[in-house]
């Protein structure tokens, strides 16, 4: 099955640096790859999310780059906030591939913390 | 829009008695709604797959028995806890994917906490 790996584990970032989050993924049928936030004590929010057919993808201060051929893809926020101190994963799935392709496989989380 | 919530959002039970977790997609229709376990500081850990109509399909290792699962509609499905002992205290949330998506995104809610005595 899918194995995803996600670095670092804990980043700590000067609000206003940027902060970028890495993970890789085992399946080369994998073809979706979203990003959640999550808070502490709530569930995960989708950030943004890629798609293999397209190489990098921004939203505001957000963007996700993907490569298929190294299977890695990662996270970019510029300009850090406080309010962007909280936990990401990143996931993959093979979306109509296969018949559990809908089934999201989970990095082990990345903790960010953007001092003030 | 794509609005996931879960009832309750904490419950103490004691040990032995079973508890129900819902599980809503507010203002879409939800072919298939996951089942996750977290513990803390863990990563998310996929219980059971539902898809509206029919049976749950649960991962390895899950007990199907303990942790039953109802998808009776579009827009609900519940987990129960059965027989619940203090090692099934955990954050336990759920997500939906829309119907008829041309993707599998998936919402979740915001989770519910259970502490089991």
């Known amino acids: 099955g899918e194995n995803v790996e996600q670095h670092p584990s804990t980043l700590s970032v000067q609000e206003g640096d940027s902060a970028v989050i890495k993970c890789t993924y085992s399946?080369?049928?994998?073809?979706?790859f979203p990003w959640y936030k999550q808070e502490l004590g709530k569930g995960p929010q989708l950030i943004i999310d890629?798609?293999?057919?397209?190489g990098e993808k921004k939203d505001q201060r957000i963007a996700v780059t993907l490569n298929k051929t190294a299977k890695h893809f990662s996270l970019h926020i510029t300009e850090t906030q406080p309010e962007d101190s909280a936990v990401y994963f990143c996931?993959?799935?093979?979306?109509?591939?296969?018949?559990?392709?809908?089934?999201?496989?989970f990095g082990g989380g990345t903790r960010v913390l953007v001092k003030p | 829009g794509a609005v996931v919530s879960q009832h309750p959002s904490w419950v103490i039970c004691k040990s032995g008695t079973s508890v129900k977790i819902e599980c809503r997609s507010l203002?879409?229709?939800?072919?298939?709604m996951f089942w996750y376990r977290q513990f803390p500081k863990q990563s998310l850990m996929l219980m059971a797959t539902?898809?509206?109509?029919?049976?749950?399909?649960?991962e390895q290792g899950v007990e199907k028995d303990k942790f039953l699962i109802n998808h009776a509609s579009l827009t609900l499905s519940t987990l129960t806890v059965t027989s619940a002992h203090p090692e099934d205290s955990s954050f336990y949330i759920c997500?939906?994917?829309?119907?008829?998506?041309?993707?599998?995104?998936?919402?979740f809610g915001p989770g519910t906490r259970l502490t089991v005595l």
């Open positions: 890629i798609r293999s057919n397209v």
């Open positions: 539902s898809n509206e109509g029919s049976k749950a399909t649960y």
């Open positions: 996931a993959a799935s093979s979306w109509g591939i296969k018949a559990a392709g809908n089934k999201l496989t």
């Open positions: 997500s939906a994917s829309r119907r008829a998506a041309v993707t599998d995104t998936q919402y």
């Open positions: 399946d080369s049928a994998s073809n979706y």
């Open positions: 203002d879409f229709q939800a072919t298939t």
